[in-house]
Structures are given as C-alpha cells and as structure tokens.
C-alpha cells in the first residue's frame, strides 16, 4: 500500500475539484465533499460516494435540507494505486465521477464516458 499523509490526499481531493470547470461549480448547489478514511464495511473498495439529491432530481419541494454529500475514500483508494501518480489520477477521476452524481448522470453512463 502507498503512503501519504491525510494533508496529501486533501490537496489531491482540492486539487481535482478545482479542475471543475467554474461554469460547472457555478450550478453545484448545496453539496459538501469530505475526505474520509475508509468506505462503509459493507463496500470495502469504495474509492467515492454521492449522498444526496441529484439536481436533476429537485423540485419545488428541495428546501431547507442538508447538503448533499461526497466521500472520497483515502484507505482504499492507497491500496488500489501502485504509483503516486496513479493516486493523482484515481482521485481526480473519483471526484469527477462523485460530481457527476451530484448532475444527475448514472454510473452507466460514466463508464460510457470513461468516468467509471
């Protein structure tokens, strides 16, 4: 497994959600990203996770609730890339993919688009 501090993968996570283009962030509403050490025990290879309402799914009725959320996994996500580049690049993927979530595209989609 690849080690890196948690201060590391924050960057890398901050680093890929400021490649978002800003017409794209100007329209993310109500959605917080995290950086947690490891998923869920029941989906131990996890690397990201979207919680929440997509944008696509509101309506008059989305109001006053919490913000969505994004996970991004550190532990699994170190396990699963053998170089530090190929963490840059898994993390910049996650977050993308956890984002299109948050727009409303289904992982089918995705990984018709490469963002599996």
């Not at 924050?10 to 959605?31: C, F, G, H, K, Y």
């Not at 530090?84 to 018709?112: C, M, S």
Request: hydrophobic content about 40%; proline content about 7%.
């Amino acid at each position: 497994m690849l080690e890196m501090t948690r201060e590391a993968f924050e960057e890398l996570v901050s680093q890929a959600l400021d490649r978002i283009p800003p017409e794209l962030t100007r329209v993310m509403d109500n959605v917080a990203v995290f950086v947690e050490d490891e998923p869920p025990a029941d989906d131990p290879e996890l690397l990201g996770l979207y919680e929440g309402t997509p944008l696509t799914d509101r309506g008059e009725w989305y109001a006053g609730v919490l913000p969505d959320r994004i996970s991004i996994y550190m532990g699994p996500t170190l396990r699963f890339c053998e170089t530090q580049d190929d963490v840059v690049h898994e993390v910049a993927v996650t977050v993308i993919h956890e984002i299109a979530h948050h727009f409303g595209i289904d992982d089918e989609r995705l990984h018709e688009l490469g963002w599996g």
